[in-house]
């Protein structure tokens, strides 16, 4: 289990004899390998948190892409279970006890297959990274995607491939992983980009 420099934060304010005072709580982030036990809450992480990236995209929660993309995250995360982490290797983030974000590795998906024309063998797409709303912005998904390239640099996995159609993600991307690979233009509709990353594991920090 990783640790995250613990954040302060105000967990509720009472008001005692006109007096008011905050309750000052260290939350701490670990990162660690789903269990068993946190399979429904993890389908539940991801329900909420694709629904919102949907609605935030403009596309509503009734897309018909929406419920394809909950179920297919669900596949993955029993993938791992079955698999032991060999099909699909998943890692969660903690804060305190509740799980908050996701990240995984996985073959490259169909979208990345018909548009990378290079081998793909051994190399795999990191994909699910989903941090629920309210954890969004404080770090976590910036140290999920630091803690699954240790695992690829520790497993000797040279490039990993990254694939985003959610226009505040890709910023987030473009931030971590600079430009794109390739950016296939208006893919979902006009001015709405899919962008692809072709990545070094050794050149990302
Ligand atoms: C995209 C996502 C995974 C990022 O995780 P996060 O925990 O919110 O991001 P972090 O807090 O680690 O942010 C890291 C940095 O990126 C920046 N950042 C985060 N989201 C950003 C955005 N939408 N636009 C611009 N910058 C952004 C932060 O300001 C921060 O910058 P800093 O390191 O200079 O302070 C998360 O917001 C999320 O789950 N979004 C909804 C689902 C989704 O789109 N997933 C990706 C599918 S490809």
């Given at each position: 289990m990783e640790i995250l420099a613990p954040q302060q934060i105000i967990l509720g304010r009472m008001d005692d004899v006109g007096t008011a005072f905050d309750i000052l709580k260290e939350m701490i982030t670990t990162i660690g390998r789903p269990q068993i036990k946190d399979k429904k809450e993890i389908y539940q992480l991801f329900e909420i948190t694709i629904k919102n990236?949907?609605?935030?995209?403009?596309?509503?929660?009734?897309h018909a892409h929406l419920a394809e993309e909950i179920n297919h995250k669900?596949?993955?995360?029993?993938?791992?279970?079955?698999?032991?982490?060999?099909?699909?290797?998943?890692l969660v983030a903690k804060v305190?006890?509740?799980i908050a974000g996701t990240i995984a590795l996985t073959?490259?998906?169909?979208?990345?297959?018909d548009h990378i024309h290079f081998d793909l063998k051994n190399i795999p797409e990191v994909a699910a990274v989903y941090v629920l709303p309210q954890f969004?912005?404080?770090?976590v998904g910036s140290l999920l995607l630091k803690r699954i390239i240790e695992h690829l640099q520790k497993t000797r996995i040279k490039s990993f491939i990254l694939d985003s159609g959610f226009k505040k993600a890709q910023k987030f991307w473009i931030k971590k992983l600079g430009e794109p690979?390739?950016?296939?233009k208006d893919y979902w509709k006009k001015?709405?980009?899919?962008?692809?990353?072709?990545?070094?594991?050794?050149k990302c920090a």
């Open positions: 990236a949907f609605e935030q995209q403009g596309a509503g929660s009734n669900i596949g993955l995360l029993d993938n791992d279970f079955q698999s032991q982490g060999k099909k699909v290797y998943f305190d006890s509740q073959e490259p998906s169909k979208l990345v297959r969004q912005g404080q770090g690979t390739l950016i296939l001015d709405s980009h899919h962008m692809i990353w072709k990545k070094q594991t050794s």
